[in-house]
């Protein structure tokens, strides 16, 4: 099926960061036409190779070579630019410039004298966020959006500088259900018109529904490549992971009966968001938040952590009701937090693996004030070990990490005050699927030692360990579903279908 | 848990919070956003009136052409900072160049026998050296800051003490008086009844506004200061951008500097001395950032006039001389404060 040279390659290249080894003698092929998946753990080095691929980043060693010809040189964008697109993993939008200015940055449309014309800019931004039914005003700072409608925007972008080849690093990892189906079908569009791809992901079932071939990364090698078709899931989770798969089991045994309260929402609104939200979560419980993103999930799980301030009803934590809108007061009262947006309310990409992860509990480490770095390095390494975060040691600045591994750090600075109340907002975005079972399973043993849990999330993985599953539709709960739901029965809750009506 | 610092700005840009929210809100917050731009306006209205009420003078052709044309300088400075800040660097020694640049011409051009004047070249080459020597500084700066990956802010404030040192040097502390014609010309000269630096200001704050707001290369410098990794991947040279800006900002220095000693007929050793503490705050009082990536030129040219007609409403209601300093100072913090409530976003 392949003629002619591969759209792209990449032979025998290897880069290092200091000690660490992101690339060893990494090779990949990607041939005319196809829609080549790329997988393989968090620290793989997907991402390494995807920079190398669209000229951020030189390799230390080995070549890339692009229809045949050898790669332009790094400084040389715009070449790089014609031969290939790409949506990174690590947010490209400008939050400071508007969301037109974003989709045409450096291609502004001008005017006959030679200056930007804004109103074609601006027309053409609108007509293009259109074709993929992203409702937002072009014209306010990229800033203000979603972290799904920033998402499209990338995506958008990525897509219509009309190249023949495509990179989409973890398109799918901030989407929800409806949206991965929208890009698909545009996917199909372009496999249609004879686009290559390369795409990557940790949800396997998407590798399965669109891609044609795979190629397997693990510990910065190439593992092997093969048509999808050919390799049957659990053979593919075994070439990432090295090891024969073993799928997760065991069934939770449930909170006992008469555990107390350790979340309450009464009669919980916020205008434009949800409306007149109610539930409660025992020690010991998991519960689903379960929606579409703007469902009002997100927001609800925000309200409890004290991002955002209910204007109606009551949330209480453990007893007394919380001061509304207060982060320190959540925290305070033993609420563990991820958030949904990592980049932007996550971490701080600069300060260390240690500093992050211990960001929320100064006054475990030290006296007065005082932090002992000692003991700080300590927790982290801890940290490190339990959650399997792959990197050289604590002192790495967490924009060293891979992305999966970001997260990690994220979900170990949610634990580290034993939390009480644990609010995940899509805790696996992001994550390979060893990890992720290994992260839920450390979910699960927090639920076991006393905590009570709020996933929200729109990840059937996710929302499967929950002992009840809220669906939340429009900013209200509309159903309650207890465990053992089938996967169409909660998918078609989500999007507003009742089944049984 | 998220960051404390982070959650807590979610909280207080979002209060009513809710994407679905957002929609409704983006009209009135657009309008907002064009209007920052426009923010110190109304002070400056303010300012006008009772700058009025205070003296009859105030309003009169003469002296408001006199502000411009004593702001005429240190805009111009603040127009060279604006490129830089928006890049998200900074640029202190420019206040030294200031002084070097045109040093360096009377230095080179002054004839032997005033001061410390060398006589070596005719009146002539006075305004290419001074600014080849702004190219000079802007090179050397880029070499450390982008080329070597240096800290802008130290790398200037180290080229600030050494420039500043070098006029000193070469002038033996004295000023240099008998400067040649041609550099007098833009300090002194009317064109259609205004002063030469004025129309040259306003045009250069004109050329900015519109490269700024209306050119590829413009634009590029926000993309860069708003995320440098993004701007890459958008094919954007980066490097190549920054090495215009950092150059550009110190040749407009040293032209900032020719019209000063044109006007003053004269390089004082000191010249420039202290200037980079209101350049900044006449930017960031307009509304640039210094986290970079935002800002407008129109806003920063505002920013140095309303401290300029601040200054000169105060001269004008007879506040002792001495007592100048300390109310400039005074009159900055205040303006921060000002532009902070009528510009409604935390300044960076
Ligand atoms: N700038 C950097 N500095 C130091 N180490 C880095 C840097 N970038 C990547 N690495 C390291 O290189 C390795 C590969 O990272 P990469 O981002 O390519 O992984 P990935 O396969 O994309 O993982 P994920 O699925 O989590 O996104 C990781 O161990 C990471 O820590
Ligand atoms: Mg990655």
């Known amino acids: ?501 | 848990m998220a960051e404390s610092r982070t959650a807590t700005e979610v909280t207080a840009n979002d209060p009513a919070g809710g994407g679905a929210v957002r929609r409704a809100g983006s009209g009135r917050r657009i309008a907002y956003a064009r209007l920052r731009d426009l923010a110190l306006i109304p002070a400056i209205i303010v300012i006008a009136i009772v700058g009025q009420l205070v003296s009859p003078v105030f309003l009169r052709g003469d002296n408001l052409i006199n502000v411009l044309q004593t702001m005429s300088e240190i805009a111009i400075l603040v127009l060279a900072q604006t490129l830089v800040l928006i890049v998200k660097k900074m640029d202190l020694s420019l206040e030294s160049t200031v002084g070097l640049a045109p040093g360096v011409a009377a230095w080179l051009t002054v004839p032997v026998g005033t001061g410390h004047g060398l006589g070596l070249l005719p009146g002539g080459w006075s305004v290419p050296i001074a600014l080849a020597v702004g190219v000079l500084v802007g090179v050397v700066n880029a070499l450390f800051i982008i080329r070597f990956g240096l800290n802008g802010f130290i790398v200037t404030l180290g080229m600030l003490i050494v420039l500043r040192g070098i006029l000193t040097g070469i002038s033996g502390g004295q000023t240099f008086f008998r400067l040649p014609a041609s550099m007098l010309y833009l300090g002194t000269e009317q064109w259609l009844g205004m002063p030469a630096s004025v129309w040259l200001c306003l045009l250069l704050f004109a050329v900015g506004i519109v490269v700024l707001g209306f050119t590829s290369f413009g634009r590029s410098l926000y993309a860069i200061g708003g995320n440098v990794d993004a701007a890459k991947a958008a094919g954007i040279r980066t490097d190549r951008v920054l090495w215009i800006v950092i150059v550009t900002a110190s040749v407009l220095a040293a032209l900032s500097g020719l019209l000063l000693s044109g006007r003053l007929a004269s390089v004082a050793s000191a010249q420039g001395n202290g200037y980079i503490f209101t350049v900044f705050a006449a930017a960031v009082i307009g509304g640039i950032s210094l986290n970079g990536g935002k800002g407008t030129m129109f806003g920063a040219f505002t920013g140095i006039l309303l401290l300029f007609m601040i200054q000169n409403v105060l001269t004008l209601a007879g506040v002792p001389a001495q007592w100048i300093g300390a109310l400039n100072g005074a009159i900055i913090l205040i303006a921060l404060a000002l532009s902070r409530v009528t510009g409604g976003k935390v300044q960076d």
């Not at chain 1, 200091?18 to 090779?27: D, K, N, Q, Y």
């Not at chain 1, 937002?136 to 023949?164: H, M, N, W, Y």
């Not at chain 1, 495509?166 to 929800?176: C, S, V």
């Not at chain 1, 644990?422 to 975005?429: H, M």
């Open chain 1, 1 to 501: 099926m392949v003629v002619g040279p591969p759209v792209a390659e990449a032979t025998g290249v290897t880069k290092r960061f200091g000690s660490t080894v992101a690339l060893r003698e990494a090779a990949i092929s990607i041939g005319q036409g196809q829609t080549h998946a790329l997988v393989g753990r968090n620290g793989a080095g997907k991402s390494t190779l995807v920079s190398i691929l669209t000229g951020l980043q030189a390799p230390d060693e080995g070549a890339v070579s692009f229809g045949g010809e050898p790669a332009p040189r790094l400084a040389d964008r715009d070449a790089w630019r014609q031969r290939v697109a790409c949506v990174y993993q690590k947010s490209t939008i400008i939050p400071e410039l508007t969301v037109a200015e974003n989709l045409f940055l450096n291609r502004h449309e001008h005017g006959r004298n030679g200056l930007i014309s804004w109103r074609t800019v601006r027309r053409k931004a609108r007509e293009l966020l259109d074709t993929w039914s992203v409702d937002v005003d072009v014209r306010v700072p990229a800033g203000e959006l979603d972290v799904e409608q920033r998402q499209f925007v990338e995506i958008a972008r990525a897509l219509s500088f009309g190249a023949r080849f495509i990179i989409l690093d973890e398109p799918t990892a901030q989407l929800d259900g409806a949206a991965i189906s929208r890009l698909f079908t545009r996917i199909k569009d372009l496999q249609q018109q004879g686009v290559t791809l390369l795409f990557i992901s940790h949800h396997l079932q998407e590798i399965y529904e669109i891609c044609d071939t795979v190629t397997v990364f693990r510990d910065a090698r190439h593992i092997l490549t093969s048509p999808v078709g050919e390799l049957p899931r659990a053979e593919l989770v075994a070439a990432m992971t090295g090891e024969a798969a073993a799928e997760a089991g065991g069934a939770r045994r449930g909170p006992p009966a008469e555990a107390a309260n350790v979340l309450e929402l009464t009669g919980a609104s916020l205008r434009g968001a949800y409306d007149d939200v109610s539930f409660r979560v025992r020690a010991g419980e998991i519960v689903g938040l379960a929606g579409a993103a703007s469902s009002g999930r997100i927001e609800i799980a925000e309200t409890v952590v004290g991002l955002r301030a209910a204007t109606d009803g009551t949330v209480e934590v453990a007893g007394p009701q919380l001061r509304p809108g207060s982060v320190p007061a959540a925290l305070k009262a033993g609420v563990g937090f991820v958030p949904q947006d990592r980049h932007q309310q996550g971490y701080v990409a600069q300060m260390s693996i240690a500093d992050n992860g211990t960001l929320t509990i100064p006054d475990q480490l030290g006296r007065a004030g005082f932090i002992d770095g000692r003991r700080r390095d300590e927790f982290a390494r801890s940290m490190i070990g339990k959650l399997a975060i792959k990197t050289p040691g604590p002192e790495l600045p967490v924009s060293g990490l891979s992305g999966g591994n970001q997260q990690k750090v994220v979900m170990a600075r949610a634990l580290a005050n034993d939390p009480k109340v644990l609010v995940l907002i899509n805790p696996t975005a992001g994550i390979d699927v060893r990890s992720k079972e290994f992260l839920l399973g450390k979910v699960e043993e927090i639920a076991e030692s006393g905590a009570g849990v709020l996933i929200a999330s729109d990840e059937l993985d996710d929302l499967r360990l929950c002992d009840r599953v809220l669906v939340v539709f429009q900013g209200r709960v509309v159903a309650e579903i207890p465990r053992g739901w089938h996967d169409h029965q909660l998918v078609a809750s989500m999007e507003g279908v009742d089944l049984d009506g």
